[in-house]
């Protein structure tokens, strides 16, 4: 398996970077063995706009970028840390390098995770990656496993286990910082907290065994 150490582009954030770093341990499921060749130390990149971010299985998200190495051909899936990548459109570069897509979450994308876009080349080597998608189940719910920080500034703030921040409204009374916690709740598109991905808390769980 492809061990070589990166060198990311300033400003892809250390979530990203340690996304990146669990596909290609664990490879996805188009194009295994090609995506474990070396990955050019300036060739991954943020997708510019992804639409929506939130939305159960079926949601139709639209994605377009224009800072992509010039390809062939550039493929797109979605996956989440630790769980690899499925391959689900193809598409083709115009002149100046815009790309755009439509993908079609799967039903198999999990609840309690977020889960990225992420763009390869034609040897499935990956070249460009998105901000967090927030899958929802049949409910309008989703789960986060993590922990409460001091991070918040107007609102309670959460790091999960994949290193999102999250602020929290709703039923949080009892959460201080420190504690682990898994919460269930809605996603919030607008909100006063101004930082990370909020969600209105509806249930509080208890922690998974250390």
Not at 13 to 18: L, N, S
Not at 79 to 88: C, N, P, S, Y
Request: with cysteine.
């Amino acid at each position: 398996m492809w061990k070589q150490h990166l060198h990311l582009p300033v400003g892809l954030g250390r979530m990203a970077a340690a996304i990146l770093l669990s596909f290609l341990a664990a490879g996805f499921s188009a194009g295994e063995a090609a995506a474990q060749r070396r990955v050019a130390p300036d060739s991954l990149r943020h997708i510019q706009q992804v639409s929506p971010l939130h939305g159960p299985a079926g949601t139709v998200v639209t994605i377009f970028t224009e800072n992509l190495p010039i390809q062939a051909k550039v493929h797109v899936g979605v996956g989440a840390t630790r769980t690899g990548f499925e391959a689900l459109f193809e598409a083709q570069q115009e002149m100046w390098g815009e790309v755009s897509a439509t993908v079609t979450i799967p039903e198999s994308t999990p609840w309690d995770r977020a889960v990225v876009l992420i763009a390869f080349d034609a040897i499935f080597a990956p070249i460009g990656i998105s901000d967090p998608f927030h899958f929802i189940n049949p409910q309008g719910f989703l789960r986060r496993t993590g922990r409460i920080t001091d991070e918040g500034v107007e609102c309670l703030a959460m790091r999960d286990t994949d290193e999102y921040l999250y602020t929290l409204i709703g039923a949080t009374d009892g959460l201080a910082a420190g504690e682990p916690v898994v919460i269930e709740g809605e996603y919030v598109e607008t909100s006063t907290c101004m930082q990370g991905t909020t969600l209105r808390v509806t249930r509080v769980l208890p922690p998974p065994p250390s």
